[in-house]
């Protein structure tokens, strides 16, 4: 019988790339997607995409109101940057950084977790790029590990112990798409646009295309995504 | 201008004290409930009653399913425990644990506090008694504190330092019930039994209920409950 892992997943290229790693590692893929209220919600409808391609075991879709929170450009109605250079892990935070997103996916996936006698958990973090996100490094992820094994009665009681894999964390955006490549996904199943056109198209200017685009192009791979 | 606190508010004795408190020590209170899929749903009415009669400055209500994680009495269709004696820290956790809730909640209340600004969260857990939670342990609260300040751009931005207050981790039922008496807490207005009847009254029977009459008659403080 195969481990499990709870696998989150966005819909995008790295999240893709992640459930796919996890599936090749042996794992068993529980899928986890939310829809926090992010003005780019036709993700949510690439995540079952790419969940039904990979064969998931099972995918959990979460609803929860970042928005009642604030505080982001993902959420709120700040406008989201278009047409700025990709740059290497950005000095300055950008305003798509969502307050304490990646502590609250991982929290419901611990409890995912917890709650099917998982102890193994994938998020598709990157701390290359222009992200610049503090809840996408390796002190982060590390740290909620910790957290995790005092956090559950699985951990305490000593039936096993959490493991957060973050295999994309030292990995840009071409060597994910490589890999990604390698192990079979469908990178036009997956969405990356912050801010996409009615019609569905990729807008081509907010950062995330940009980062996407340059992915494809470093990688040497086509790019499958119809942009506006 | 007052520094502000998110307070997690379940309505219940504990998170009505720990509000309480947070007043007293001159926050502006940011109280957050939960609507989880909890079979005592009418505890969401009371944290609105507390919070009403607190004059919280915003109360913050956000849906989440944990029942789609499943395992525990208090989502699930498993029978809540009747008739047990009340017992002091216990051996076994019990089955109304929510597998990783408060890991869920603080992370929650870590996403509002970012996004308003606040560092200072409080909840109101407590090692003592029967819960047995691992999610309520001083270890706990102190791990997700250093989580806190490495997930976050307010705190890796050096704008402040996460405080997560456990005012009660140390305390009793009693000695809670006194604090909040001390502190003009209405608890008629609180909620603590896991499987109150059709008509609001609390069950009596249920671990919650045993210990929150223990609490009352130890503390000499009438208690204002209304039982089956």
Redesign the interface.
Known sequence: MKQLAIVLLSGGIDSATTAAIAAARGFSVHALSFGYGQRHAVEMAAAGRVARALGVARH?V?????R?????ALTDDIDVPMDRPVVGAADE?PVT????????F???A???????GAFDIFIGATAVDYSG???C?P??VA??E???N????????GRGRFRIHAPLIEMGKADIIREGVRLGVDFSLTHSCYAPLANGAACGRCDSCALRRKGFEEAGVTDPTRYA
Do not use: W
């Open positions: 959990c979460q609803s929860i109101d970042l009642a929170y604030g505080g982001s935070i950084y969502v307050p304490a997103r990646n502590t609250v991982l929290a419901h611990l409890a995912m977790a917890e709650a099917c996100y503090p809840d490094r002190e982060f740290k909620f910790e957290l995790a005092v956090a559950t009665t699985a951990a305490v009681e």
